[in-house]
Nanobody
Framework: QVQLVESGGGLVQAGGSLRLSCAAS????????MGWYRQAPGKQRELVATVTSGGSTSYADSVKGRFTISRDNAKNTVYLQMGSLEPEDTAVYYC???????????????WGQGTQVSVSS
């Protein structure tokens, strides 16, 4: 079993910063991509940023230049540094990891429980 535990959400004023963390634990053989998604009220879940095990990153256009994703492979942890936050960034942020278990031939996606980020104007 694999668990993803997120932390770091909260309430911040527009223009402020927050750092999200997500640690994966359990019976893990390897982790390929890790990423962050978000879901605002009444909207579909959308991709925010991803990072591969090799460190290659990708971002949604809406967060480019403001958010930075990184990971610590030794700790199975992914981070999202969010800056210049806008009210439109308000959402529940979910961590995602593509994990391969020791006895499995292929990996699958796991999700965290979500952490609320609220940005006031």
């Amino acid at each position: 079993q694999v668990q993803l535990v997120e932390s770091g959400g909260g309430l911040v004023q527009a223009g402020g910063s927050l750092r999200l963390s997500c640690a994966a634990s359990g019976s893990i053989f390897s982790i390929n991509a890790m990423g962050w998604y978000r879901q605002a009220p009444g909207k579909q879940r959308e991709l925010v940023a991803t990072v591969t095990s090799g460190g290659s990153t990708s971002y949604a256009d809406s967060v480019k230049g403001r958010f930075t994703i990184s990971r610590d492979n030794a700790k199975n942890t992914v981070y999202l540094q969010m800056g210049s936050l806008e009210p439109e960034d308000t959402a529940v942020y979910y961590c995602n990891a593509h994990v391969r278990l020791p006895v499995a031939p292929f990996g699958r996606d796991y999700w965290g429980q979500g952490t609320q980020v609220s940005v006031s104007s």
